[in-house]
């Protein structure tokens, strides 16, 4: 039951009458990077986004069905959402660094989540050099942590989402599309920074891109109209698709 | 099986504690938006209880008699409708057409930055200043006397700068790229405004303009130098009853008139006023409210 991060069973989510989870249910493996692939409106956003429920801000979402987390049923009333964010991070299709300094991004995850009095300087200073060392970002931007961090480049930007999250000591990172705003240069970027992240931490990654799933993804999860079609390695699913919807989008026939 | 496992998501102490800081400044909020309704509210129902007994149909349409102890509001009713009408039609164009200029097509310049600014300070101006304006201008260097054309000049040229800076953050919240896809298939900037950007913008002018119909309605120190008159007697039940050039009765003044300056006026009257004013006010908003319902249920995005 360990190696995996994320269970869900029968998963149903709808928002208000439209249905856009169906019976979903799918076991995420710890320390892995896993794909959610599927054309648009498929509900693979959805899904992600059920993981720490930021779904829930709307007041017309109903879900059913059990979601758990790191063993944990995460619908259970006794789930407090402040912590289990600080479990499981996100990070966005749009870079969307706060307007304060690359050093108070960093920062500012620790603290929201600890009193002012427990925080000392030099703890504060060491977290900003130690996620910022993980997404390799430290050797460019040592010399600036009290510049804007908004006048980064785009790649850079997305990296310092991340590092945001890695204070908090987060076993899941959701990534929604991270790429879909840089080049490829950019792309290239965040994907070398996934595969030296996986391992340390479980990502489960929406995209567009069939290229990026089969690049970073150890295991792929095929979507189609709110249901789970196929879930393999991404190897297999690329080579031997068993399901022939699964053939058709891969191959680009539709989507 | 593994024996059930602590949950790693239950809250801890801080959070608890953060939970707790959440509500308090919840109830805060909630607290405040009470203290700003209730004493509207009050205020309102105190007025119409004290107004009921006066208020009929006769009370709108009858001249003030026996020195305002008795009778209707006839003349400073439809005073006040002279008065905000023409300041409208005078304001309302002129300050929209500017604000597109401003925003449209001016160039981003030193001198169409102090422009803003002049507008953004103009707004800021005290009434009794452009009534002093309208004094000497209108009244006495126009030759219009002190008139209904007079007073509403006045009123037009203290609402004109907040119908510009409400205009104009109307059009800025169209996007840009509504406009650059405009011009990119050919279009001229007065196309662009006419077909995209006017027709996104118009429930957010529409908004600064009522906002100003109230102000219009309301102020009585611009209309007390230039055209109000504490006591006019007209045809009662005729719209047309005044004329550009005469004086008019005013419902802002004539509430000041009838609780400051006659002695003995019965006690319900002033009320009476005073919610009649309202209701107009409110009437006019409910009208602007409706059509920007009707418009904005046509825009698209």
């Known amino acids: 039951m360990n190696h995996f991060s994320i269970t869900t069973r029968d998963l149903n989510l709808w928002y208000a009458k439209f249905q856009a989870l169906k019976n979903v249910t799918v076991n995420i493996p710890q320390g892995k990077i896993t794909g959610l692939i599927g054309p648009s409106g498929c509900g693979k956003t959805t899904l992600l986004r059920c993981f720490n429920r930021i779904n829930e801000r709307f007041g017309y979402v109903t879900t059913t069905g059990e979601i758990t987390v790191l063993g944990q049923n995460i619908l259970a009333p006794d789930v407090s959402l402040i912590e289990l964010r600080k479990h499981v991070g996100m990070v966005f299709q749009r870079p969307n660094p706060l307007p304060i300094s690359i050093y108070e991004n960093v920062v500012f995850g620790l603290r929201i989540h600890s009193e002012r009095?427990?925080?000392?300087?030099?703890?504060?200073?060491?977290?900003?050099?130690?996620?910022?060392r993980e997404v390799l970002l430290w050797d460019d931007l040592k010399d600036r942590l009290q510049h804007r961090a908004t006048g980064l480049q785009l790649e850079q930007q997305q990296k310092l989402c991340i590092a945001r999250l890695l204070p908090l000591k987060p076993q899941i990172i959701l990534m929604d599309e991270p790429c879909s705003a840089l080049d490829t240069a950019g792309t290239l970027g965040i994907e070398e920074l996934m595969r030296a992240l996986a391992g340390h931490y479980t990502i489960v990654i929406v995209t567009h891109n069939m290229g990026q799933a089969r690049r970073v993804s150890d295991e792929c999860v095929f979507m189609l109209m709110g249901e789970v079609v196929e879930h393999a390695k991404t190897t297999d699913l690329f080579l031997t698709p068993k399901d022939p919807?699964?053939?058709?989008?891969?191959?680009?026939r539709y989507g | 099986m593994n024996a059930p496992t602590p949950n790693i998501f239950a809250a801890t102490p801080l959070a608890r504690k953060k939970q707790r800081r959440e509500q308090l400044?919840?109830?805060?909020?909630?607290?405040?938006?009470?203290?700003?309704?209730?004493?509207?509210v009050l205020i309102v129902t105190y007025l119409v209880v004290q107004a009921w007994p006066v208020l009929s149909w006769e009370f709108l349409t009858t001249n003030p008699k026996r020195g305002m102890r008795a009778g209707g509001i006839w003349s400073a009713l439809l005073g006040t409708f002279y008065l905000v009408g023409f300041s409208l039609l005078v304001a309302a164009p002129i300050g929209i057409l500017a604000a597109v200029y401003l925003n449209e097509y001016a160039k981003d310049n030193w001198f169409t930055r102090i422009v803003n600014l002049a507008v953004i300070n103009l707004a800021a101006v005290p009434s009794i200043v452009h009534a002093l304006f309208g004094l000497g201008a209108f009244v006495i260097f126009f030759g219009l006397g002190k008139s209904i054309l007079a007073a509403s000049l006045t009123l037009a040229i203290m609402t004109m700068p907040v119908i510009i800076a409400s205009t104009k953050e109307a059009l800025a919240a169209v996007p840009q790229s509504f406009r650059e896809a405009c011009w990119n298939v050919g279009a001229t900037r007065w196309q662009t405004i006419r077909h995209v950007v006017l027709p996104n913008s118009i429930s957010g002018i529409l908004t600064g303009v009522i906002l100003q119909v109230s102000r219009a309605a309301g102020e009585t120190a611009p209309i007390m130098f230039t055209g109000a008159v504490f006591f006019k007697a007209i045809e009662e039940g005729n719209l047309f009853a005044y004329g550009l050039r005469d004086q008019c009765m005013a419902l802002s003044m004539h509430l000041f008139t009838i609780s400051t300056q006659v002695p003995d006026v019965p006690h319900g009257l002033p009320f009476a006023t005073a919610v009649v004013l309202l209701g107009t006010v409110l009437f006019i908003n409910a009208?602007?409210?409706?059509?920007?319902?009707?418009l904005r249920s046509r825009k698209k995005w």
């Open chain 1, 245 to 252: 919807r699964t053939a058709d989008y891969i191959e680009g």
């Open chain 2, 25 to 40: 400044a919840r109830a805060v909020f909630f607290t405040m938006a009470l203290l700003l309704v209730v004493p509207l």
């Open chain 1, 117 to 132: 009095r427990d925080l000392r300087k030099s703890e504060l200073d060491d977290a900003v050099e130690k996620a910022l």
């Open chain 2, 287 to 294: 009208l602007a409210i409706i059509l920007r319902v009707w």
